[in-house]
């Protein structure tokens, strides 16, 4: 994940499985991106690198994942429940993607983690609801594809439109 609007830097974490559960971590351009010894990634600049796992009592056991460094290019929100009672709350889950070449083809890839992405929330009619993105937002409580969710508290009878918009 890249802001271009700051300095600020963007965590997500990989995992592994399997082997003697003793694993080694590494990053193939160290300018792009970092990762930690329990597979914290940081992204330090656009572009695109592959970490790699190694099992640490068995090297021939290993896996790498690409690691894409980009903007966003689009949000949506994924289908859920829109209708709710006065009082009461629902979470509406956001996909954001951006487009990579993988391959030599033009892909659209996921956002794994959005909490902290610098959003605005806006919508046509502020009575309807209130609205914020929980930072507290355990990420497995959102569809696969979500990577942060649209918390709406309903106030009043009525209906609005919510647009989200990147500050990047």
Not at 65 to 71: I, K, T
Not at 92 to 121: H, N, T, W
Not at 138 to 146: N, W
Request: a negative charge; charged letters at 15%; proline letters at 5%.
């Amino acid at each position: 994940l890249w802001d271009t609007g700051s300095n600020r830097t963007y965590h997500g974490f990989l995992t592994a499985d399997g082997g003697s559960g003793e694993y080694y971590w590494s990053i193939g351009e160290t300018s792009i991106a970092s990762i930690s010894q329990i597979g914290r990634v940081s992204g330090l600049k656009e572009g695109m690198t592959v970490a790699k796992v190694n099992d640490r009592l068995n090297n021939l056991h290993f896996a790498t994942a690409p690691v894409f460094v980009v903007p966003p290019d689009s949000m949506s929100f994924l289908p859920s429940q829109v209708e709710i009672e006065i009082g009461l709350e629902v979470m509406l889950p956001l996909r954001v993607q951006a487009e990579v070449q993988i391959d030599g083809k033009l892909s659209m890839v996921s956002f794994g983690d959005c909490r902290y992405m610098p959003l605005d929330l806006a919508t046509s009619s502020e009575e309807v609801f209130n609205l914020s993105i929980p930072a507290s937002l355990e990420l497995t409580q959102l569809p696969e594809s979500a990577c942060v969710g649209v918390r709406a508290v309903a106030n009043s009878v009525g209906n609005t439109k919510l647009t989200v918009t990147y500050r990047g």
